[in-house]
């Protein structure tokens, strides 16, 4: 669905996006994440157009922004961090206006306009003047025309923001819905909804692309945690398991009675059940204690944090797509 290539953006001497390479299917919901700064915002507004790159290229369903950006920009929608409005426009008035501008002919664009209200819960507010909206209602009305014509490519930037709770799981559904028909990037400070309803993370650092990874794989342990009464020269014998790749110490700042702790990292296609067994047996052959055995889970804050946090060059990061 879409194809980045090589994308690069200068601002003077400033990179703001260094050779950025991925590729997106149909039907996904992937997250773009960074701190401020890192080429988010430059990256969703060379894809919606509204920046051409330095270099590389763009291809959205076979068909290239440069050479065709009407015809791009016809089937995307897009939804800024700030997204501009005439707030003496009532919100009727503005999704009226913002379907001109898309284009929508006239035997489309009452039902496209009624579905992007009733999908963003509007209704209520349709005649009042926008300048009148609170932020919450403002990032609905963002994200209604975000949608109208149904776009195959929607960039959302911080869609949540603004929202209460239960804003916030409408808007989630609301954003599972449309990646049934359509792929969603989605650019957001809160990992918790990347978590909640991306299957995938770009990760980018200084303008680029440091980690590019399915959420699941993320998610799937490679590795135990074992708090032992073992010291360091009897946990050695551990290492003979069946499925174990290493074994190392998470501190080995423990006693006798204090216990240590261990991190056994598991060959690739181990069992993570299979491995604790043998290791549960081989410390009660030892006659030793065992306090807690468990999978280790690096959820994505964490990974993110590790990420953003690296100082080497590009060749070095972490790729697991």
């Known amino acids: ?16 996006v260094d050779n950025v390479s991925f590729t997106i299917g149909n039907s996904a919901i992937v997250g773009l994440l960074g701190h401020n700064g890192a080429g988010k915002t430059t990256i969703m507004k060379i894809l919606s157009g509204y920046l051409e790159p330095d270099a590389g290229s763009v291809t959205v369903a076979g068909v290239s922004l440069a050479d065709d950006p009407k015809k791009v920009q016809s089937g995307l929608g897009y939804l800024p961090e700030n997204l501009p409005f005439y707030p003496e426009m009532t919100v009727a008035d503005y999704l009226d206006y913002a379907a001109d501008i898309k284009g929508l002919g006239k035997a489309i664009k009452r039902a496209e306009i009624r579905r992007a209200i009733a999908d963003t819960d509007i209704s209520a507010k349709l005649l009042a003047p926008i300048s009148t909206l609170s932020r919450g209602y403002r990032q609905r009305l963002g994200v209604a025309q975000a949608i109208l014509g149904q776009p195959k490519l929607l960039i959302l930037d911080e869609p949540t923001n603004g929202l209460d709770p239960e804003q916030t799981h409408h808007m989630r559904q609301l954003i599972r819905d449309i ?25 980018l650092r200084s303008g680029q692309l440091a980690m590019d990874a399915e959420l699941e794989d993320l998610r799937r342990s490679h590795s135990l945690l074992v708090d032992t009464t073992l010291s360091p020269l009897q946990a050695r014998q551990l290492s003979t398991i069946q499925g174990l790749a290493s074994l190392g110490p998470v501190n080995t700042a423990g006693d006798d009675k204090s216990g240590y702790r261990y991190r056994l990292n ?56």
């Open 179 to 203: 990646a049934r028909q359509a792929t969603v990037i989605l650019s957001t400070h809160i990992m918790q909804e990347v978590d909640a309803i991306c299957s995938r993370a770009l990760i």
């Open 266 to 321: 598991l060959e690739e296609n181990a069992d993570p059940r299979q491995v604790g067994a043998q290791v549960v047996g081989k410390i009660v052959a030892m006659e030793q204690q065992l306090f807690s055995l468990q999978p280790e889970h690096r959820d994505l804050e964490t990974l993110f944090r590790e990420v953003t946090e690296q100082t080497h060059p590009q060749g070095d990061l972490v790729h697991a797509a």
């Open 1 to 16: 669905m879409l194809e980045v290539k090589n994308l690069t953006r200068r601002y003077g001497s400033f990179v703001a």
